[in-house]
């Protein structure tokens, strides 16, 4: 078995250089692949391997941790912090986003390997030997030694596979789109819920789309009376509409918000809705969402024929029960 006599922490000041300097790989997505390859070692060693100096400084050849025992532990250590931390980034303002991962595990480093190196310096100063690195020697190894040593192996290529390998396939995003309805406050309440005949109310209609696509949208507004009943034969619930009163559409074309690297919501677009009516009724005030080209409806005619068929065909609906009244 090999040894190397080090008297400077030259391991330490590696994994710290080494994950600063992965900084621009990660910001700037140079490269995919080259990427997740030079960030292999930041998830599933270097913090568990600051982390276990930092903890266990071994300084002595006597003291000295068996190489293959070392990594085991650093690769078993790395997983668990990297776990932690995700969990409780989850459960933080920051979120667990790219930049929050990234900066929170150069802290850790950080840390760690500040404290042991400080720890190292101290036993030195105490019992001044050159710090000693057993290099693995196959031949020297017991079988459960080598077994072990098969296994990490194993382990690490099967994890470079998986990198590479997810790093070529397509990555399959979500489409949606954010369609909502807010009240006179700019949030989801204070909805009118009264209003007198003649009387006006507004609200705020917003889209973002999600869609990785350019889409046509079409809102039609529309003012609904309608009436639930239970079905005690097919135990389901039946709507009958009394009336169907065609409002307003409004149109407009969004590009896809292409937000998803933003880690602050953002509204795309946004637009006041004023509306009045002249009878009195429990009305139930429906916004419709179509990406399709929607017919033309002449404003306050009464669609209740198809009432169902039209609130099915919508690609999404919100509505707001209203009470009009003298």
Not at 19 to 45: A, E, Q
Not at 170 to 180: A, L, N, R, V
């Amino acid at each position: 078995m090999k040894t190397v006599t080090i008297k400077f922490p030259l391991d330490i000041f590696i994994c710290l250089l080494y994950s600063y300097l992965l900084i621009p790989f990660i910001f700037f997505n140079i490269n995919d692949i080259l990427r997740v390859l030079l960030g292999l070692p930041l998830l599933i060693f270097i913090p568990g391997y600051l982390f276990l100096l930092s903890i266990a400084p071994n300084h002595s050849e006597k003291a000295e941790m068996d190489s293959i025992h070392k990594l085991a532990f650093s690769i078993g250590l790395s997983i668990a912090i990297i776990s932690l931390d995700g969990i409780i980034l989850f459960y933080t303002p920051f979120g667990f986003q790219l930049n929050s991962i990234v900066i929170s595990l150069l802290l850790i480093v950080t840390l760690s390997g500040g404290i042991a190196a400080y720890r190292r310096h101290k036993l030195q100063r105490l019992n001044p030997h050159p710090l000693t690195l057993r290099l693995p020697s196959i031949r020297s190894k017991s079988r459960m030694d080598k077994i072990l040593l098969f296994i990490l192996t194993c382990a690490i290529l099967l994890t470079l596979f998986t990198a590479i390998l997810i790093s070529f396939l397509p990555i399959k995003q979500e489409s949606f789109t954010e369609f909502y309805i807010l009240g006179a406050s700019g949030s989801t309440i204070h909805y009118p819920k009264s209003l007198k005949i003649g009387d006006e109310a507004v609200v705020t209609i917003g889209l973002v789309n999600h869609e990785h696509k350019t889409i046509d949208y079409t809102i039609e507004i529309w003012l609904v009376n309608q009436t639930l009943v239970y079905d005690n034969t097919s135990k389901t619930m039946n709507t009958t509409y009394h009336e169907m009163i065609y409002l307003e559409k409004i149109n407009t074309t969004l590009n896809d918000a292409e937000n998803s690297d933003v880690l602050e919501w953002q509204p795309q677009w946004e637009q006041n809705y004023t509306f009045s009516y002249n009878k009195t009724g429990r009305y139930t005030l429906m916004f419709l969402l179509f990406t399709s080209p929607a017919p033309e409806y002449v404003p306050l005619q009464n669609y209740r024929e198809i009432a169902a068929s039209e609130i099915e065909n919508a690609y999404q609906s919100i509505y707001i029960w209203l009470n009009i009244h003298k």
